[in-house]
């Protein structure tokens, strides 16, 4: 590794430890991997594992150097692999979906209907994949041989994700992750419980081969001493924090601005608005829907400023913290000039282009290309975006669409850029009855 200076970490795509958030590479394991990277400097390269159940497999071959993705430590296990330190500490809980009408009834009322204890889960089906820890958990508690736990087994490329959404959806009753997973999607899917633990404390670390003590022996006294600093802290928090919100499309009604019709930046927004010849009414419920209008916004996945430009993003285009409110704006309006100019060629009308453009803007290019090239192989319209490339886009996280062979960009959560076009298109007509409004000759 030091001779080629790189560093291949075994990764799945999730929406904890390893995601693409407008371009940008991110997620728990991710950063903490990337840090002990630059630490010896070296650079990390992901390899995407398509299936979990084969990590250990595709690591002994040497497809990578570290496999990471939430590894539970189990004896099994650790006859195949080596293990660092513990990256952290969890316990397995059941995922079920809470009952009917749970937000109108007294949590004391509607708790008395969900699981709590194991001898509840004895005749249940509960979905897990077969090599996961869940699998071996379930087994090792259910004990009534006359009726025991009915454990479904999933193949090794659904993830745990997908089965958490499955129960959020009511589509299966019951699945088993880590607390940590649970809590991070306990934000995206409110509809589910995570309240029962089926598991004493488990142990989260990373694996390497047999055969690579050196690389071992480097990560866990990295690791020894990077956990006692606030910036490993500071990276928990971040994806894991019990009061972080995780979605970002908030569905809040505009707040006229004092300053302007919509925005203390009407003229600016407008100026800019005519570079890229969108109405800047278009242009303003785009920026409320970042920002709401709010210069001091930033997100959690680190966007800042009233266009919620990614770190790299805002480097690109020499934003900085004092940055005035027009050229943040005047950046943002540059990065969208661009992506629509490479829609072009494959969008050709303007108007619908604004849906693919805004897409982009929220989840990035490459999974609306993504969205695009599934629509053509499944025969509906690449240059359409309603109950067309939308379609795609908002199925992205199944299994089926973004581990398909014409996906470059892997899973999607494409929940939030489908809602995101929506929102933004119903604010901007609200914005545009307020300036027609406006012009409306009062009574006297």
């Given at each position: ?6 560093i291949?970490?075994l990764?799945?795509y999730s929406s ?8 940008e ?13 630059r630490?010896h400097s070296?650079?990390?390269?992901v390899v995407?594992v398509?299936?979990?159940d ?7 071959k040497?497809?990578g150097?570290?496999?990471?993705g ?12 080596e293990?660092?330190e ?5 316990r397995q ?9 749970w ?19 004895y005749g249940?089906e509960?979905?897990v994949r077969k ?10 508690i259910?004990t009534d041989k006359?009726n025991?736990?009915k ?7 659904v993830?745990?994700e997908?089965l958490?959404?499955k129960?959020?959806?009511?589509e ?6 880590d607390?940590?997973i649970?809590?991070a999607n306990l934000?995206l899917f ?6 029962t633990f ?7 670390a990373?694996a390497?081969r ?8 480097s ?13 490993f802290?500071s990276?928990?928090?971040?994806y ?7 979605t970002l499309?908030?569905r809040e ?12 930046f ?6 800019y608005?005519?570079k ?7 242009l ?9 209008f709010n210069?001091?916004?930033e997100s959690?996945?680190?966007a800042?400023?009233?266009m919620?430009l990614m770190?790299?993003?805002a480097?690109?285009?020499g934003?900085n ?7 943040q704006?005047?950046?943002?309006v ?5 992506m629509?100019?490479?829609?072009k060629?494959?969008?050709a009308?303007?108007s ?5 453009v ?8 490459g999974h609306?290309?993504d969205?695009?090239?599934?629509a053509s192989?499944?025969g ?6 309603e109950?067309q ?7 992205k996280s199944e ?10 960009y ?9 809602f995101f ?5 119903a ?14 000759k009062?009574?006297?």
């Open positions: 590794m030091k001779t080629s200076q790189k291949k970490v990764l799945d904890t430890n390893y995601f693409v958030y407008r371009g590479p991110m997620g728990f394991e991710y950063d903490v991997l990337k840090r002990f990277a630490k070296l650079t990390m390269e995407v398509t299936n979990m084969s990590v250990f497999d595709w690591l002994n040497g497809d150097d570290i496999a990471a939430n590894l539970t430590v189990t004896r099994s296990r650790e006859r195949e692999v293990f660092s513990a990256l952290l500490y969890t809980v059941l995922v079920q979906r809470k009952p009917e009408n937000k109108k009834r007294k949590r004391k009322d509607w708790e008395k209907e969900l699981i709590k204890e194991k001898e509840q889960l249940k509960v979905y090599n996961s820890s869940y699998y071996s958990q379930l087994r090792s259910s006359n025991p736990i454990i479904i087994e999933t193949p090794g490329n993830s745990t997908e958490i959404e129960v959020a959806l009511g299966i009753s019951f699945t088993v992750t607390f940590n649970a809590l934000f409110p509809d589910i419980d995570i309240s089926i598991s004493p404390p488990t142990k989260i990373w390497v047999r055969n690579s003590p050196v690389l071992l022996d990560l866990n006294a990295w690791l020894n001493e990077y956990k006692k600093g606030k910036e802290k990276i928990e928090k971040k894991f924090g019990t009061k972080q919100k995780r499309n908030a009604d505009f707040l006229l601005e004092e300053g302007g019709l919509i925005s203390p009407d003229e600016t927004i407008k100026k608005a005519d890229i010849q969108w109405d800047w009414k278009l303003a419920s785009l920026i409320y829907q970042e920002s709401k210069p001091g916004a959690w996945a680190g800042k400023g009233v919620q770190p790299a993003t480097e690109k285009y934003i913290e004092e940055s005035s409110i027009e050229q704006i005047a950046a943002g540059k990065l969208l000039t661009k629509d100019q490479i829609l060629e494959s969008v009308d303007s619908e282009r604004i849906k693919f805004l897409a982009s803007y929220n989840v990035g290019l609306v290309q969205a695009q090239r599934l192989k499944y509906k319209r690449s240059d359409v975006w109950n490339v939308d379609y795609f886009l908002l199925h299994t089926k669409y973004y581990k398909d062979y014409v996906v470059q892997g899973v999607c959560r494409g929940k939030q850029p489908y076009v929506l929102e933004v298109l604010r901007y007509e609200h914005y545009k009855n307020m300036e027609f409004a406006g012009k409306l009062q009574p006297d």
